[in-house]
Nanobody, 124 residues
Framework: QVQLVESGGGLVQAGGSLRLSCTASGRTFTYHIGWFRQAPGKEREFVAAISWSGGSTYYTDSVKGRFAISRDNAKKTSYLQMNTLKPEDTAVYHC??????????????????WGQGTQVTVSS
């Protein structure tokens, strides 16, 4: 099992940048990592994912070209670099882990382990 802790959220003006971190504790970090967000009154939305090796990444259309997901397995940490932020990016951002044998990860499914989330607020 893995425990996940997000950090790096905050308040930023539109057009600004933030980098979120997701740090895992446990014996291994051999999981696919996904980032999700949930805005008030809305359903949780898949944002981006990276394979356990870091060799494959996926993004939802609304963040392509603005967000970049990465990982440092030696540090057991995944990052979500968010650039050119928009007010509609305001949400609580969660990272989550999927088992390496679960092929649903790139579609935003199969995530069994979740962090508590970090708030991102983008002002206009």
């Amino acid at each position: 099992q893995v425990q996940l802790v997000e950090s790096g959220g905050g308040l930023v003006q539109a057009g600004g940048s933030l980098r979120l971190s997701c740090t895992a504790s446990g014996r291994t970090f051999t999981y696919h990592i996904g980032w999700f967000r949930q805005a008030p009154g809305k359903e949780r939305e898949f944002v981006a994912a990276i394979s356990w090796s870091g060799g494959s990444t996926y993004y939802t259309d609304s963040v392509k070209g603005r967000f970049a997901i990465s990982r440092d397995n030696a540090k057991k940490t995944s990052y979500l670099q968010m650039n050119t932020l928009k007010p509609e990016d305001t949400a609580v951002y969660h990272c989550a882990a999927a088992d390496p044998w679960d092929n649903r990860w790139s579609a935003g499914a199969g995530y069994n382990y979740w962090g508590q989330g970090t708030q991102v607020t983008v002002s206009s």
